[in-house]
């Protein structure tokens, strides 16, 4: 009985071991080509964001509500930000807590701007906001959006979109895009903007970028 029960256990360490889902680090190969790696959507990062050309906006009911609204709302409709089917993933969780805290501390005077300077982002600024966290004891692949800006004058938000192999905290992919908003109140016009990149995701986005690094 010893024996049989020595072999289960050491016959299981090896599956734990040689699986390429453990909690090693993942690669875009990984991620691309099977639906088991585990996806964390992590939430919307607002702390580089500007708010352009919206006089009728307060900026602390922004940091203190409206971001966590928007936030929240995407995570409380599931059907609607489908992201198991967007990335093909079987295993999808919420866990926008590390996010929610970032946004929490932004400086209120930093918001929001008259301005047309929808682009300020680059990639090396995407890899500083994600070295700012820290995903001990996380598994899988993250999917962050960076928010760059909301402009009221042009009707339209620039994000990126990143995907993070949360052992490591590298960020595996990242991409800038520009959506429309539409809806009533602050946080249905711009949470509208998620949707609408999630959409190019899975109407586009996706395959290309699986061909690219699938």
Do not use: C
Request: proline residues 2%; charged residues 25%.
């Amino acid at each position: 009985m010893k024996s049989t029960f020595r072999s289960f256990v050491q016959g299981l360490l090896l599956i734990l071991l040689v699986s390429p889902f453990s909690l090693s680090a993942q690669t875009l190969k990984d991620f691309f080509n099977s639906s088991e790696v585990p996806l964390v959507y992590l939430g919307i990062d607002f702390t580089r964001a500007k708010v352009l050309n919206d006089i009728t906006v307060n900026a602390m009911d922004i940091r203190d509500r409206q971001y966590a609204a928007i936030n929240q709302v995407v995570v409380n409709e599931p059907k609607k930000y489908d992201f198991q089917k967007v990335f093909n993933k079987t295993n999808v969780t919420n866990d926008i807590n590390l996010t929610a805290e970032k946004n929490a501390k932004i400086d209120a005077g930093k918001i929001v701007e008259s301005s047309s300077d929808e682009v300020h982002l680059m990639p090396s600024d995407v890899d500083a906001v994600v070295k700012s966290y820290n995903f001990s004891g996380k598994k899988g692949v993250g999917l962050m959006f960076i928010m760059e800006s909301m402009n009221k004058t042009s009707a339209q938000a620039s994000m990126y979109v990143a995907l993070i192999d949360l052992p490591s905290g590298k960020v595996l992919l990242t991409e800038r895009f520009t959506e429309k908003a539409s809806g009533f109140g602050f946080r249905n016009y711009w949470a509208k903007t998620i949707w609408n990149a999630l959409e190019d995701i899975r109407k586009g986005k996706y395959k290309e970028w699986k061909s690219a690094n699938g």
